[in-house]
C-alpha cells in the first residue's frame, strides 16, 4: 500500500470523542454529540469519530425497542443532522447509529463530510445479545474515498479479528475510525487495561495504518463500558490517549496520512510486502 507520489496533504487533526449517550434519548444524545463536534472543529478537527449507536445507547431492552429507535441511512433524523453539521463546520464525521433497511436492523456507522452523505459501514461481527437485535452486516468492508484521505470503519468487535484491517489495509485505507462500546472481558483482572488497547495497536502496528477508536463510558441497564478510547499510529504507538476509564473527554492528534503504508522496519523488510500469499493457503 505505497502511496503513489501526488500532492502534499497538509497534516489532518483527528478527534475521537468519547462521552455517554443515554438509552433511549435521541434527541438529547444527538444534542450532547453536536455540542461536542463543535468543540473539536472549533479546535481544528477535520476528521471526528462518534461511539458505537450514539445517538440511541447500547443496551436494548428488545428487538422492538431496537426498531423504535432505528432510522434509515442517510435519510433518517439523525444522519441528516449529523450531515447538516459537517456541512457547517466543514468536517468529516463517524459516527455510530442503528440503522433501519427494510425489515432489517444494523449496528451500523455513517460517514458524512461538507460535501454530504458519503457512506455506511455495517457492523460484520456480532457481540453477545446484539445478535438478537441486528443482522450481520452485509457491505463487507468498504474504503470511503474523501476529501482528507482513505477512509475505513470498523465497529467494536470487529477489532478482534486480524482479518478486518487487513482487508481494509489491501483495500487502500489509511486510517480506520472505530465506533465503539468496549465491555470489560471475561476473566479481567482487576485494573488491567482494555484488551481492546492491545489489539487495536497490533492492528495498526501489523497493518501500517492510523486507527482512531472512539469509546463510550458509563453503566446502562448493568452494563459497565470501559472508556479508553485511543489513536494509533501507523507503527502501532499511541498519538491520544487511552481516555479515561470513566470520563467524557475529547483526544485529538494531528497526523501525516501519508505515512500510512509505508512502514519500511529496515532496509529489507516493509510488513504488508513481506506478505507470504503464496503459502498461506
Known amino acids: 500500500m505505497i502511496q503513489a507520489n501526488g500532492p502534499a496533504r497538509p497534516p489532518l487533526r483527528v478527534s475521537c470523542i468519547q462521552f455517554e449517550p443515554q438509552i433511549g434519548a435521541v434527541d438529547a444524545n444527538l444534542a450532547r454529540a453536536s455540542e461536542l463536534i463543535r468543540e473539536a472543529a472549533a ?21 422492538e425497542e431496537a426498531a423504535a429507535l432505528a432510522e434509515p441511512v442517510p435519510d433518517g433524523p439523525s444522519a441528516r443532522a449529523w450531515g447538516a453539521l459537517a456541512a457547517e463546520l466543514g468536517v468529516h464525521i463517524v459516527a455510530g ?31 453477545h445479545r446484539e445478535n438478537v437485535f441486528f443482522a450481520k452486516g452485509d457491505l463487507g468492508f468498504p474504503v470511503f474515498e474523501t476529501a482528507l484521505g482513505k477512509v475505513g470503519v470498523a465497529i467494536c468487535y470487529d477489532g478482534w479479528f486480524p482479518e478486518t484491517f487487513r482487508q481494509l489495509a489491501l483495500g487502500g485505507a489509511e486510517i480506520v475510525c472505530v465506533p465503539t462500546n468496549w465491555v470489560p472481558m471475561p476473566d479481567q483482572p482487576a485494573g488491567e487495561a482494555a484488551m481492546a488497547n492491545t489489539l487495536h495497536r497490533a492492528a495498526a502496528h501489523s497493518n501500517g495504518i492510523f486507527i482512531a477508536c472512539a469509546d463510550r463510558v458509563g453503566v446502562e441497564r448493568g452494563q459497565p463500558f470501559e472508556g479508553q478510547s485511543l489513536i494509533i499510529g501507523p507503527k502501532g504507538w499511541p498519538l491520544a490517549g487511552p481516555a479515561s476509564r470513566d470520563r467524557a473527554e475529547t483526544i485529538s492528534a494531528v497526523i501525516d496520512l501519508a505515512e500510512a503504508g509505508r512502514k519500511d522496519l529496515n532496509e529489507f523488510n516493509s510488513v504488508l510486502r513481506d506478505r507470504r500469499s503464496d503459502i498461506y493457503g
Open 43 to 63: 479546535a481544528g478537527s477535520r476528521l471526528i469519530v462518534l461511539p458505537e449507536l450514539a445517538n440511541t445507547g447500547y443496551v436494548f431492552a428488545s428487538r
Open 97 to 127: 447509529i442503528a440503522e433501519r433497511a427494510g425489515d432489517a436492523l444494523y449496528n451500523a456507522a455513517l460517514i458524512t463530510g461538507p460535501d454530504g452523505y458519503i457512506g455506511t459501514y455495517r457492523k460484520a461481527h456480532l457481540w
